[in-house]
């Protein structure tokens, strides 16, 4: 692509809309990127055999893997705020690969916990940066793309249950690198997209300066707010942590179900939120995000507190609106969160997603200590209370007091 024809195209991106091409190229590397994490988490019941793993270590893998993929994202979004970092987007797919290769080979719970934390590094390094390209490509449409961006994620999370049933457990723990054709192919794609966003900066150089936006709220109410969204993220993430890391053991116990068909009903909770996630962002674009952010948590309460006394039929049922209602949020928050906090979009992005890995991954580790002390069925009643947090979305500041003034 020449030079003109790249700087073309990213003017376009701010004159005349959405760029579409780039936001599904994002967001098909989103998917890759939460498959193969995905995988990680599914064929945890096999390294348990494998390796003769207590829960606590299982909680371990998990948590390893979130921490690392959320401790370096506020940081590589803080410093992508001061200066933007478009060829960092390739590198991301290259630590998974290598995660992915001495996963592959690994013949000790160390190296297991090694290969966790490579394939979370590069999750770290991906999401910020890919989460600016969406909203620069948005067009203005910010809570659409955040969800379509979210939703690659999320058919990725969906789809790595299948994948690990259909090849890691008839083949064995080697097959994993085969994976690693995967994550070579996002980096490809993020080289191209590397191009448009450098482009794109290129282009936007040239244009004059826009004022800075003022909030007419201040900035106590701006950190409390941000307090309230951080704790709305707790309920929802070590709730999902549960179903990742303990669903497919909680259908085994309670249910004797095979771990396949274990791994097919966690592809049904995982495809709702799929669908949940999709549909948050331009929902919220049309009434409100904190509309969406006070239903998406609370909403999941009764449905939640329904599931760990059903049936096969009705625990199967009842993660459908679970997932579908309570992913809803992601999007309304990020959004919401950038709106709050104008011109910090890589530092609210690697707060938020890097936060979401490292709540889900320490939960899991203590919701594994506890399952190991009590049951796996406690951890779902005792998980079950933790949408009741929605009630703080009462406290968030309107629409109203959002808008900006110049």
């Keep these: 692509m020449s030079d003109i024809a790249k700087t073309g195209l990213a003017r376009n991106a701010q004159t005349t809309g959405t760029v579409f091409t780039v ?9 890759i990127n939460d498959t193969l994490q995905a995988v990680l988490l599914s064929i945890l019941p096999m390294l348990r055999d494998s390796f003769a793993l207590t829960f606590t270590q299982i909680g371990l893998i998990t948590m390893v893997f979130q921490v690392t993929a959320s401790v370096l994202q506020p940081m590589v979004g803080y410093f992508a705020d001061l200066k933007a ?16 290769l001495l996963l592959g080979a690994a013949h000790s719970f160390e190296a297991v916990l090694v290969a966790a934390a490579i394939i979370g590094i590069g999750s770290s390094v991906f999401h910020p940066e890919a989460s600016r390209v969406a909203r620069l490509s948005s067009g203005g449409r910010f809570g659409m793309a955040q969800s379509v961006f979210q939703v690659g994620g999320n058919v990725g999370t969906a789809i790595g249950p299948l994948l690990a049933a259909a090849i890691v457990l008839p083949f064995g723990q080697s097959s994993i690198t085969w994976f690693a054709a995967l994550a070579a192919a996002a980096l490809l794609i993020l080289f191209y997209v590397g191009r448009w966003y450098s482009a794109f900066l290129v282009s936007r150089a040239a244009l004059p300066p826009k004022p800075v936006a003022q909030h007419r709220i201040d900035q106590s109410t701006v950190l409390t707010s941000v307090g309230i969204l ?15 890391s303990f669903y497919t053991f909680y259908l085994i116990q309670e249910f004797g179900v095979s771990t396949q068909q274990a791994q097919i009903y966690l592809f049904v909770f995982l495809g709702a939120v799929a669908v949940g996630t999709f549909a948050g962002g331009p929902i919220g674009d049309r009434i409100g995000r904190k509309s969406v952010i006070w239903f998406s948590i609370l909403g999941t309460l009764p449905f939640a507190l329904l599931m760990p006394h059903a049936n096969l039929f009705w625990t199967v049922a009842l993660t459908v609106p679970i997932g579908l209602i309570l992913s809803s949020a992601f999007s309304a928050i990020v959004v919401y969160a950038q709106e709050l906090m104008p011109g910090r ?8 997603f890097g936060f979401a890995f490292g709540m889900g991954g320490l939960g899991a580790a203590v919701l594994g200590v506890i399952a190991d002390h009590t049951s796996i069925r406690f951890v ?16 968030l500041p309107s629409a109203e007091q959002l808008k900006s003034q110049h």
Excluded: D, N, Q, R
């Design 23 to 31: 936001l599904i190229a994002v967001a098909t590397c989103h998917m």
């Design 85 to 100: 970092m478009p060829y960092s987007l390739p590198v991301a797919p290259a630590f998974t690969a290598g995660g992915l």
């Design 230 to 244: 951080i704790a709305l993220m707790f309920s929802k993430f070590v709730y999902m942590a549960c179903f990742h």
């Design 345 to 352: 979009v890589g530092m609210i992005s690697g707060l938020f």
């Design 380 to 395: 779902f009643e005792l998980c079950s209370i933790l949408p009741a947090l929605g009630l703080l979305a009462y406290f």
